[in-house]
């Protein structure tokens, strides 16, 4: 079983990222053949610094690496390192249909934010996560609630493409987490957490110290009324009580027995101290790690060149698929 994810160096990570993508990264290491991604040309799709992309790279292969993705056991890379993603996207393109990408919900949201240009690039993002997925012929890819869109465009894809030029790629399945797969943003829990357009109170970074913890689980929103309870009415408790059932491993019933009989205030320090510990080792881990850009540098380009002669293969296949070059393709 193959498994493959990417994620953004943009913005800190923050608890949402931590808690629907990266645990099962680190988990699928064990289940399957893990492959993970630092997206670095889907960051530049909208407006960015470049010193500081690669900066933000090198921040988020320590901040994997700490939560506990190990080299030896899964494909590491960035992006940018495997041209394949990009020569399979333009390749995707001509069987995507204009009229999904226009429906695609964070196209709409993100080209609503851009202040001056809305690039092209921003609006082919899915065909280039297509790509990302389908060239290592990927069974399941873990991913947040928001992504399911982004999902269900690649298989179209895949299925559009192998119905055309004949059967090259796997059709994938999201992987969304039983708990936590939207954690919500703790100052307005009817939007997701995010680092764009989030207030920072709202939004625990992975990297937050204790004390930075505390005080936005101390402040967060919470509804009126005192029962510790999930409720449609009830965002900010229902988030709360979400966050701690993935953070401590408790079923979420059994927290709202725990606490049926304490007010708001202990019941969100008690939500902190388990994010607290959640977090602490991946903390510690960061410092010793981020401090070694050649060692990271080393672990990328060696996942680089595992994930490129598997990328390299599917791609051939599908230049074969299409006409494209001489029958047995050399590269
Ligand atoms: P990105 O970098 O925005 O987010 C990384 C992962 O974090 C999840 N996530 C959340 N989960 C729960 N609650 C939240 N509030 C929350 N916010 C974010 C996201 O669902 C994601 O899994 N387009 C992707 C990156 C990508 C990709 C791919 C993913 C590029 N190619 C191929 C899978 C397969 C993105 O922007 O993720």
Redesign the pocket.
């Known amino acids: 079983m193959r498994i ?5 160096p ?1 913005g800190s990570k ?1 608890l ?2 931590y ?4 645990v099962q990264y680190v988990a699928g290491q064990e289940r399957g053949e893990g492959i993970y ?1 630092i ?1 670095d040309l ?1 960051a530049t799709t909208v407006a960015y610094e470049p010193a500081e992309l690669r900066v933000d790279s090198y921040d988020l292969a320590a901040l994997l690496l700490a939560a506990g993705l190990d080299p030896k056991r899964c494909t590491f890379f960035r992006q940018s390192d495997v041209p394949e993603h990009a020569e399979l996207a333009w390749m995707l393109a001509s069987v995507t249909a204009y009229g999904d990408l226009q429906r695609m919900h964070q196209f709409k949201d993100k080209s609503a934010r851009q202040r001056e240009l809305v690039s092209a690039g921003l609006f082919t ?1 899915p065909v ?2 297509a790509a ?2 389908l060239a290592y012929r990927t069974d399941e ?7 399911r869109q ?1 999902i269900e465009l690649m298989r179209d894809v895949a299925e559009r493409f192998n119905g055309r030029f004949g059967e090259v790629f796997v059709v994938p399945e999201g992987r969304y987490p039983q708990v ?5 943003d703790l100052q307005e829990p009817d939007r ?3 680092t764009t357009g989030g207030s920072e109170a709202g939004v625990v970074h992975v990297l937050d110290t204790p004390n930075e913890i505390l005080k936005k689980f101390r402040s967060a929103v919470t509804d009126s009324g005192s029962d510790v309870r999930r409720a449609t009415d009830k965002p900010g408790i229902s988030n709360l009580i979400e966050i701690l059932a993935a953070t401590s491993g408790t079923p979420m019933e059994e927290i709202e027995q725990q606490f049926v009989d304490s007010g708001y205030g202990a019941f969100k320090t008690a939500v902190a101290e388990a994010v607290i510990d959640y977090l602490a080792p991946v903390r510690e881990r960061y410092g010793e790690l981020r401090r070694d850009e050649p060692g990271l540098e080393l672990v990328l380009a060696e996942g680089a060149e595992k994930a490129r002669a598997i990328a390299a293969e599917t791609v051939a296949d599908a230049r074969r698929a299409m006409g494209l070059g001489p029958v047995r393709a050399h590269r």
Do not use: E, W
């Not at 493959?4 to 953004?8: E, L, P, V």
């Not at 890819?141 to 992504?147: E, F, I, L, N, R």
């Open positions: 493959f994810s990417g994620i953004q943009t923050h949402g990222n808690i629907g993508a990266i991604c997206v889907h993002y280039l996560m990302d997925v890819v873990p991913v947040g609630d928001d992504q982004h936590g797969a939207r954690i919500m997701k957490m995010s």
